[in-house]
Nanobody, 122 residues
Framework: QVQLVESGGGLVQAGGSLRLSCAAS????????MGWFRQPPGKEREFVAA????????KHAASVKGRFTTSRDNAKNTLYLQMNSLKPEDTAVYYC???????????????WGQGTQVTVSS
């Protein structure tokens, strides 16, 4: 499996920006679809974004489309989530994950990071 470590979370005011990073190590992540999920306080984990190994294809949840952008640098084994125009409802623990298939379903992702907290104040 791929080992994943997120970073970049923190406290930001509404309207601000953050960039999350996810560093991969261990087994090569070649061919893996990478995804971002989040779990707001007291709620279920939800899909945020996904990107194919080539980076050509991405998908973003409707709730973040136009504000968040995922990208990856395969040479650095790093996944990114640029978050702009943040809202209080974006407050959550954000996780990166790896899947062997193109999917937006958490159950299809076998490797997960430990999560990073993002808090957006109003």
């Amino acid at each position: 499996q791929v080992q994943l470590v997120e970073s970049g979370g923190g406290l930001v005011q509404a309207g601000g920006s953050l960039r999350l990073s996810c560093a991969a190590s261990g087994r090569t992540w070649s061919g893996y679809t990478m995804g971002w999920f989040r779990q707001p306080p007291g709620k279920e984990r939800e899909f945020v974004a996904a990107i194919t190994w080539s980076g050509v294809m991405t998908k973003h949840a409707a709730s973040v489309k136009g504000r968040f952008t995922t990208s990856r640098d395969n040479a650095k084994n790093t996944l990114y989530l640029q978050m702009n125009s943040l809202k209080p409802e974006d407050t959550a623990v954000y996780y990166c994950a790896a899947s062997r298939s193109w999917s937006f379903v958490a159950a299809d992702f076998a490797s997960w990071g430990q999560g990073t907290q993002v808090t957006v104040s109003s």
